[in-house]
């Protein structure tokens, strides 16, 4: 590790795969500090909204001797392009343990990468703790029937319960190491922290992007059509 942050003023510090995960704190910790010891000055931290690991993650780092910005995200719209819900989505059935009765403000990780470099390149964040959202609240169904939308296609929504998820996760197309993690933000995270934050407008001036535009940019480069019948090429 030494070797990678010589010469380095500022980093941008994310735990993967989650700052939710046991163990991650101190393991945050222990990079700000031995960053600290190579020069770099100044941490941002990615953290999340709600996690109680993270918010010891976000302690640790903030105890160390660097200028520090915290950036508190809501769940990434991203998941839907680039992570566990892509191949469910192309496949036209995204089954869940989230109900209709579990909002959330998903953030565009094109805000949190802007905030993250206005935070790495101007003092004026440094102490700040800066929780993003998108402006608006969803729930999961609402997100899919809008990517559906989108797309110009039917994509399905099932609701499971907590249990039923945990049970098969392969069956969902859930990496085996992930199924605790994610069980626990569907159990213990999702819809707990039901309402929108000023972050990125307090960072950037202006206002975070809408899963709307998310959808239709993602949906335009055609990531979300239909795969292709067997035995057409």
């Known amino acids: 590790m030494d070797a990678g942050v010589q010469g380095t003023r500022a980093a941008y510090v994310s735990y993967f795969p989650d700052l939710a995960i046991p163990g991650a704190s101190a393991a945050v910790g222990k990079f700000a500090d031995l960053a600290v010891e190579q020069g770099v000055r100044r941490l941002v931290l ?14 640790a780092v903030q105890e160390s001797d660097a200028d520090v910005t915290v950036v508190r995200c809501a769940w990434f719209m991203q998941n839907f392009t680039e992570s566990f819900l892509l191949e469910p989505i192309i496949g036209g059935e995204v089954i869940l343990p989230a109900s209709d009765q579990q909002f959330e403000p998903f953030i565009d990780a094109d805000d949190i990468a802007d905030v993250a470099v206005a935070a790495l390149t101007d003092d004026r964040h440094i102490g700040e703790v800066y929780e993003l959202t998108s402006p608006r609240l969803m729930t999961f169904p609402g997100a899919v029937a809008e990517i559906a939308e989108a797309a ?6 099932v609701p499971i319960s907590v249990e039923e998820y945990a049970a098969d996760p392969a069956e969902f197309g859930v990496p085996p190491e ?3 993690f994610l069980t626990y ?7 707990k922290l039901a309402y929108v934050a000023d972050g990125v407008e307090r960072a950037l001036g202006r206002a975070p992007h809408d899963f709307k535009d998310f959808a239709r940019d993602a949906a335009a480069t055609g990531m979300w059509s239909s795969p292709p019948a067997q035995g057409v090429a």
């Open 46 to 59: 990615l953290s999340g909204r709600g996690e109680e690991e993270a918010e010891r993650a976000e302690r």
């Open 178 to 180: 992930f199924v605790g």
């Open 152 to 157: 110009g296609r039917e994509i399905r929504y």
């Open 185 to 191: 933000l569907f159990s213990d995270v999702l819809g």
